[in-house]
């Protein structure tokens, strides 16, 4: 065997520990082969590209909801959309909470569904931003003197 076929020995990307490559892989290989080192890189490896990809899947789930409606079809359109009303209890609580039932009948469901996709898209961006802003406050706060934060009943000031 020709020494530039042989595979040096490295550590494993999860457990650390050493191991010698299989050829056959090569510099592919990046765990020892361990069933529970291979599963918890490929579950890294998900995690990133779900990470990296995260409007795909939004996109699936619109595409999704909208393609179990059915036609647009007025006389087809309340048999189709009764599984998606509020009253379903399979259903998530939707982030409008107002009365479906009356919203449908003035506005198409595809179109209710994409507002609701839209109020829960602007929704976890408002909670994004407040849990920074909550965090920010709570460094600013540690900052101070425990005496300028109490109520004054229990500490007295230096």
Same mark, same amino acid.
């Given at each position: 065997?020709?020494?530039?076929?042989?595979?040096?020995?490295?550590? /494993?990307?999860? /457990? !650390?520990?050493? +191991? *010698?490559?299989?050829?056959?892989?090569?510099?592919?290989?990046?765990?020892? !082969?361990?069933?529970?080192? %291979?599963?918890?890189? $490929? *579950? %890294? #490896?998900?995690?990133?590209?779900?990470?990296?990809?995260?409007? +795909?899947?939004?996109? =699936? +789930?619109? %595409?999704?909801? &909208?393609?179990?409606? !059915?036609?647009? $079809?007025? *006389?087809?359109?309340?048999?189709? /959309?009764?599984s998606w009303r509020i009253n379903d209890p399979s259903r998530r609580s939707s982030p409008l909470? &107002?009365? #479906?039932?009356?919203?449908?009948?003035? =506005?198409?469901?595809? *179109?209710?569904?994409?507002?609701?996709?839209?109020?829960? &898209? &602007?929704?976890? !961006?408002?909670?994004?931003?407040?849990?920074?802003?909550?965090?920010?406050? #709570?460094?600013?706060i540690r900052k101070l003197p425990m005496w300028s934060i109490s109520r004054g009943d229990s500490?007295?000031?230096?």
């Amino acid at each position: 065997m020709e020494a530039k076929h042989r595979h040096r020995k490295r550590p /494993c990307r999860v /457990c !650390g520990k050493w +191991y *010698a490559p299989n050829p056959r892989l090569g510099d592919r290989q990046q765990t020892c !082969g361990v069933l529970a080192c %291979r599963q918890k890189w $490929h *579950a %890294r #490896q998900c995690a990133k590209w779900n990470r990296k990809n995260r409007t +795909y899947f939004k996109e =699936i +789930y619109l %595409r999704g909801r &909208l393609r179990s409606l !059915g036609s647009d $079809h007025p *006389a087809q359109r309340t048999s189709s /959309c009764s599984s998606w009303r509020i009253n379903d209890p399979s259903r998530r609580s939707s982030p409008l909470n &107002l009365p #479906q039932e009356v919203i449908q009948e003035v =506005i198409e469901v595809k *179109a209710l569904i994409i507002i609701e996709y839209i109020v829960r &898209l &602007l929704s976890r !961006g408002v909670q994004e931003v407040m849990r920074t802003q909550l965090i920010e406050t #709570q460094k600013e706060i540690r900052k101070l003197p425990m005496w300028s934060i109490s109520r004054g009943d229990s500490q007295k000031p230096p």
